[in-house]
């Protein structure tokens, strides 16, 4: 049974801080790119960031704007977003995501480059 598992979200205010993570579990993720993508009602699920399984990374720069960093303990198979300088509108549901391999042809921006995906976790970022 592979699983993704996310953990860390809650209820900040303005300009705080969260960390998530995501524990996987069934098989190693180590050479494995994992992502986060987060929704809020009535939006589409929008891509985050992601981290090759050699630690290389990307962002959605429009939205996160260097204040978010993606990184992975493959020791732990599980991957963590430092959240920082938080927004109102990064409410929404952060979810965990992982393709089955390398996946090096993927642009890791979009759900359909995920073979794996965790169920979710709440942040809500008050005013």
């Known amino acids: 049974q592979v699983q993704l598992v996310e953990s860390g979200g809650g209820l900040v205010q303005a300009g705080g801080s969260l960390r998530l993570s995501c524990a996987g579990s069934?098989?190693?993720?180590?050479?494995?790119?994992m992502g986060w993508f987060r929704q809020a009602p009535g939006n589409e699920r929008e891509f985050v960031a992601a981290?090759?399984?050699?630690?290389?990374?990307?962002y959605n720069t429009d939205t996160v704007k260097g204040r978010f960093t993606i990184s992975r303990d493959n020791a732990k198979n599980t991957v963590h977003l430092q959240m920082n300088s938080l927004k109102p509108e990064d409410t929404a549901v952060y979810y965990c995501?992982?393709?089955?391999?390398?996946?090096?042809?993927?642009?890791?921006?979009?759900?359909?480059?995920?073979?794996?995906w965790g169920q979710g976790t709440q942040v809500t970022v008050s005013s």
């Open positions: 981290i090759t399984w050699t630690g290389g990374s990307i």
């Open positions: 995501a992982a393709t089955d391999g390398e996946a090096l042809y993927r642009r890791l921006r979009w759900e359909s480059d995920y073979d794996y």
């Open positions: 069934g098989r190693t993720f180590s050479r494995s790119a």
